[in-house]
Structure formats: structure tokens, C-alpha cells
């Protein structure tokens, strides 16, 4: 006698194998075009460079960050993007952007220190963008500089990310983060999980 398994049954076994290969896949991903010539090291640092990457490991210190520009840092969203150069060094390991600058936000552009993006381009033609990698993170094009202006703590954004992370994580059901609806109907790479969280 053949038992047929039933329809939720064998949606599970999918998920679970899809839920494999997506991890495998994230774990090999690094590994895409390494070339063991293009580390540089520093003091407990070792940034590695891809085509249109940088990827360097959790800082154990304060990252620093270094800007060049002529003009001046904008002070209103009508100031548009400002260009510029940026040098953010990483435990001693520095490498630097082409960048523009922008304001950002919508009710913090009323106070006294601005909330600013910053943009990474390769070249001075500012048509390519560079990605940066930190840790665990997410590689991301641009990085935006709280000003906190009202939280002189710097804990406020960090308490509510940190408190989303414990209910997001105490869901047992699907979906367990809001950035699931984004794979629902994928198929193929659309539908490889890449490790996005929803919140920074």
C-alpha cells in the first residue's frame, strides 16, 4: 500500500530544503572570486577586496571615518548630494571612496546637526557605486551618520533595534521577519534568502 503524503507535508520537506541551500549558498558566498592576493592586512583587521567590494571583518574598536570635500557639508535636503572623498579606517586597515553626502531624513532636518548619507562611488565619474561589508552585515552602497541630536546617549535607535530583534525572534510561525513577504512567490537566485534583517 503506498501512503500519499499529504500537501502540508510536502511543503515542509521544500521549505526545508530550500532552507538548506539557501544557508549552504550564504555560507559559500564569500567565498566568490577570493583571491588570497588581494588581502590586505593590518592591525587586527584584514579587509578583502572584490570587484565593487570591500568585505573586512567586525571592528573591535571605534571605525573611524574621514571626509574631503570643497564644499561645504549640506545643512538642508535643498543642498542636494555634496561630493567629496571618504576614508573610513577599520582597526588600523584604511581605504578609501569617491562619496556624496546628503542630508537625510525628514523630521531631523530640523535640528542643529544633520542625519547624513553617505554614497560610495569607484571612480571620480560617481556612476559606479562600491559596496562596503562590516562583519556580518549586509554589504550596502551607502551608510548614514545619526547625528542623534536628541539622544546625546546614542542608546535610543539601538534600544529599538535590539527590542525589535527580541520580538522578531520570538515568532514561531511564518513569517517570523517582515523582509519574508519579499521571497513569497520567488523562484530560482529571487528566491535565496540573503540575509536581510529589515532593521539595521
Known amino acids: 500500500m503506498t501512503l500519499l ?8 520537506e521544500k521549505m526545508s530544503v530550500m532552507t538548506s541551500l539557501s544557508m549552504l549558498i550564504e555560507s559559500l558566498a564569500p567565498l566568490d572570486g577570493f583571491d588570497p592576493q588581494n588581502i590586505i592586512a ?16 567586525a571592528p573591535s574598536a571605534v571605525v573611524r ?3 574631503e570635500t ?22 588600523g586597515v584604511e581605504f578609501s571612496a569617491y562619496s556624496t553626502m546628503a542630508v537625510q531624513g525628514s523630521s531631523a532636518v530640523y535640528f542643529p546637526k544633520k542625519n547624513l548619507t553617505l554614497a560610495f562611488f569607484k571612480d571620480e565619474n560617481y556612476d559606479k557605486s562600491v559596496e562596503l561589508k562590516i562583519g556580518d552585515g549586509l554589504p550596502h552602497d551607502e551608510w548614514v551618520y545619526k547625528a542623534n541630536y536628541v539622544d546625546s546617549t ?18 514561531n510561525t511564518w513569517p ?25
Open 65 to 67: 571615518i574621514d571626509i
Open 176 to 200: 517570523q521577519r517582515e523582509i519574508d513577504f519579499y521571497y513569497e512567490g520567488k523562484t530560482g537566485f529571487d528566491a535565496i534568502d540573503t540575509g536581510a534583517t529589515g532593521l539595521p
Open 42 to 57: 593590518g592591525t587586527g583587521a584584514n579587509v578583502q577586496k572584490f570587484e565593487g567590494a570591500y568585505i573586512a571583518k
Open 154 to 171: 546614542h542608546l535610543r535607535n539601538l534600544f529599538g533595534y535590539r527590542f525589535w530583534e527580541r520580538i522578531r525572534d520570538s515568532r
Open 5 to 12: 503524503k499529504s500537501r502540508h507535508e510536502a511543503e515542509n
Open 70 to 91: 570643497d564644499s561645504n557639508v549640506p545643512s538642508s535636503k535643498e543642498d542636494g548630494k555634496v561630493k567629496c572623498r571618504c576614508k573610513i579606517n577599520i582597526d
